[in-house]
């Protein structure tokens, strides 16, 4: 019989040396590390929708009866509804337990153990994290001090295993967006571009309607920030028609569950409620951008998403985001060497303004 030892040592040896993702706690969790009760408490750490899903996708969740049953392997009747929305043909699109998933995919599909994936930090630490439970090697090529890409350095570093490099814009955390003449100089680099537009409703600037032209790109987006179900996992992918049925053949069969597929539709259905939410957070992080902007020791980065990144200057922002914690404000640090001396708040709602502020003023 095999003893633990033992079988511990039959974990594969690229996923025991690797390191965790680090996600955001949930609020009950984050609650006991404040000083203040659970109601007072502000959470902007994970870009979530503070005004929440459509009054729609509550209702229909409620009255929904067939649960026991299995969802469509296949995601016809949401594929449809997605294509209706963006405009591209439902048979360019497949729909994953939020856009981690289709990452997952993706990368499953595309890399074989020790090719090479591309990856700009700082940026979504899904990519590298993806990359390494697939068995691909990730290549670091850092974004420029003004968090802008480095194509020459990225074309410098692209060899014959390199297949795929994935560009989020607008990127998390800095906000900024990748140039359309960007994105083609690495389209002509004929390698896999994956653009994970998570938070395009926020910026009303896409890529879509290249998908099309380009055999190689491949645009992911979620309805975890702006239709406000990140709860519920629910993204999608705009492919290259070639591609999609090798990806839906891999994907998990059921990876939309029917809460999920439900709150899809019924989001879609109410697009204009939800756009109206996308405008008053815009408003309002362009209201929280300028109010950040005049204290001194903070540093705010233009930003075309639901969040700002602030650089701390003459402090630790760790410091900054513990003493944060304390009056039951959660904000996002990251450490990571590219990270360290940065904050990220995610927008809220206009009342939480002054108090983030006055909050930061009191550090």
């Not at 360019?92 to 890399?111: E, H, K």
């Not at 879509?208 to 709860?231: C, D, E, H, Q």
Request: charged fraction near 25%.
């Amino acid at each position: 019989m095999l003893n633990k030892k033992e079988v511990e040592n039959m974990i594969r040896s690229g996923l025991k040396a690797m390191g965790a993702y680090t996600p955001v706690d949930p609020a009950e969790v984050l609650t006991q590390r404040s000083e203040v009760s659970a109601r007072q408490t502000l959470k902007l750490d994970g870009n979530e929708n503070p005004y929440g899903c459509s009054p729609r996708v509550q209702k229909a969740l409620a009255k929904y009866r067939e649960y026991n049953r299995y969802p469509d392997p296949d995601q016809r009747e949401v594929r449809r509804a997605l294509a209706k929305y963006t405009g591209m043909k439902a048979g360019s699109i497949v729909a994953g337990a939020g856009s981690d998933d289709l990452i997952d995919i993706i990368l499953r599909l595309f890399i074989q153990p020790g090719e090479k994936v591309i990856n700009c930090p700082p940026t979504f630490g899904m990519y590298p994290f993806c990359t390494e439970i697939a068995g691909g090697k990730v290549v670091k090529v850092p974004r420029r001090k003004d968090f802008s890409l480095d194509i020459p350095a990225i074309k410098k570093v692209a060899d014959k295993k390199t297949k795929l490099i994935f560009i989020a814009s607008p990127n998390n955390p800095t906000g900024n967006q990748a140039d359309e003449a960007e994105i083609k100089e690495l389209l002509a680099m004929n390698l896999i571009t994956v653009v994970d537009e998570a938070y395009v409703e926020f910026s009303g600037k896409s890529l879509i309607k290249m998908v099309p032209r380009y055999a190689n790109l491949i645009v992911l987006r979620t309805f975890s920030k702006w239709a406000g179900i990140a709860g519920l996992r629910a993204g999608y992918g705009i492919c290259p028609t070639n591609i999609v049925p090798y990806l839906l053949k891999i994907k998990q069969p059921y990876n939309i569950n029917l809460a999920a597929h439900v709150a899809i539709l019924e989001s879609l259905k109410d697009v204009d409620y939800l756009q109206s939410t996308v405008k008053a957070m815009v408003k309002e992080r362009d209201r929280l951008y300028q109010a950040l902007s005049k204290i001194k020791w903070l540093k705010p980065y233009p930003s075309a998403a639901n969040f700002i990144l602030c650089a701390v200057r003459d402090r630790s922002a760790k410091t900054v985001y513990l003493g944060m914690q304390k009056k039951g404000i959660f904000i996002r640090y990251f450490e990571t060497p590219e990270l360290k001396d940065y904050i990220r708040i995610s927008v809220g709602k206009p009342e939480d303004t002054p108090r983030i502020i006055a909050a930061l003023k009191d550090m």
